[in-house]
Every structure is written in C-alpha cells, then in structure tokens.
Antibody, heavy 116, light 111 residues
Framework: QGQMVQSGAEVTKPGASVRVSCKTS????????VSWVRQAPGQGLEWIGW????????NYAQRFQNRVSLTADTATRTAYMELKDLRFDDTAVYYCARSLYSFGLWGQGTLLRVSS | QSALAQPASVSGSPGQSITISCAGS?????????VSWYQQYPGKAPTLIIY???KRPSGVSDRFSGSKSGSTASLIISRLQTEDEADYYCSSYSSSDTLMIFGGGTTLTVL
C-alpha cells in the first residue's frame, strides 16, 4: 500500500523559491517514480514533472522547465520539489504522487500561497 | 484549456449508469494505453479508480469501468450511488513535451 506525507503549508512572496518535501513509506521507494501535480483554487489537475527515484532522472512539463527542480533522496525515502521565481498564479495545492503512467498513491497536498 | 477534453458536468439518479468522456488525440489516448481516471472529493487528494484504460486497483468497486475507442476514453459508473458525487479526472501519457496530461475534470451530481 504505502503512504506519502508532505510538508506543511507555505506562504511566500513573488520572486521567492519554495521547497516541498514528500516522505514515503510502506513500498519499495526506488521501484516507482514520484510525480508532482498541482491544483489551483477551483481548477483542475496539472502535471509538473517526475523524478525516477532509482537514478534521479527527471522529466518536466514544458511550462515548468526553467523553474522547477525535482529530486529524490533514497536514504530517507523522500522526494522534493523546488519551485523558483514564484508568481501569484503559482498559488495552488501541490501533490506528490507515486507514479509511472498512472498516479496510484497521493500525498495529502501542500498549500502554497504566493502573496505580497 | 486542458489537453484532454471532458464535459464540465454530468448528472444521474441513484441506480442509473453514467458515462464520462475524455477526448484526446493521436499523440496521447489514440496511441497509448496509459489512460487513468481519478475521483476527487472536495478538499481531498485524488484517488486512482482506473488505470491502463480499463484496470481497477484493488479495493475499487466494480461499478467503475473504463474503455477506449480511438482517441476517446470513457469512464462508466453503473448503479450510481450518492457517494459517487465527486469530481472525476482523466489522464493520459503523451508524446508531447508534457508527458502526462489531464482532462479539465467533470463534476458528477447524483440527483
């Protein structure tokens, strides 16, 4: 089964950076990639990218290519998402999800609010 | 505008069946059998209910089924129950520069 537990809510200013963590348990960490998906208030789901945990290889959605960095620490079974140069429209709930071509296990979500 | 097109809303009565469509293209649904569906309740994380077009994860009711024809996938919910009232999202692997794409979501109302 497994579990993914994310870090707490963040409030930050435009232009800043934020790092969100996703600690996993209960499944073989390096057997799955970890994707990050966000959901703006009242909106749908948007895929940000994934990190293949056994070798750290990443793939990012085009629109996030220059601002996001996804990493995975196999020793602590934790995945991280860093998003830079934050804008007001980055305000959203950010989810990590265990994945390859489907998202079978999700974290509880981390609310990121970008506000001046 | 989402990469996959879903109706914004559908409705049905308890006991009925409904279908939610998810229209893609030859670069995603039309080529790959990596279509998945998610159920999301307000304020909660999504949960996987269908993967690889028509497979159900363990513990998901057999009232949920999936299919694909050409570049359009469908989620069928039979014997509707009030607890099925939620948002539903489709997703597909894509050959574009964004590897995983979602539909815009469909709100199911059980009248």
């Amino acid at each position: 089964q497994g579990q993914m537990v994310q870090s707490g809510a963040e409030v930050t200013k435009p232009g800043a950076s934020v790092r969100v963590s996703c600690k996993t348990s209960g499944y073989p960490f390096t057997s799955y990639a970890v994707s990050w998906v966000r959901q703006a208030p009242g909106q749908g789901l948007e895929w940000i990218g994934w990190v293949t945990t056994f070798n750290g290889k990443t793939n990012y959605a085009q629109r996030f290519q220059n601002r996001v960095s996804l990493t995975a620490d196999t020793a602590t079974r934790t995945a991280y998402m860093e998003l830079k140069d934050l804008r007001f429209d980055d305000t959203a709930v950010y989810y990590c999800a265990r994945s390859l071509y489907s998202f079978g296990l999700w974290g509880q979500g981390t609310l990121l609010r970008v506000s001046s | 505008q989402s990469a996959l097109a879903q109706p914004a809303s559908v409705s049905g009565s308890p006991g009925q069946s409904i279908t939610i469509s998810c229209a893609g293209s030859s670069g995603d649904i039309g080529t790959f059998d990596y279509v998945s569906w998610y159920q999301q309740y307000p304020g909660k994380a999504p949960t996987l209910i269908i993967y690889d077009v028509s497979k159900r994860p363990s513990g998901v009711s057999d009232r949920f089924s999936g299919s694909k024809s050409g570049s359009t996938a469908s989620l069928i919910i039979s014997r509707l129950q009030t607890e099925d009232e939620a948002d539903y999202y489709c997703s597909s692997y894509s050959s574009s520069d964004t590897l995983m794409i979602f539909g815009g979501g469909t709100t199911l109302t059980v009248l």
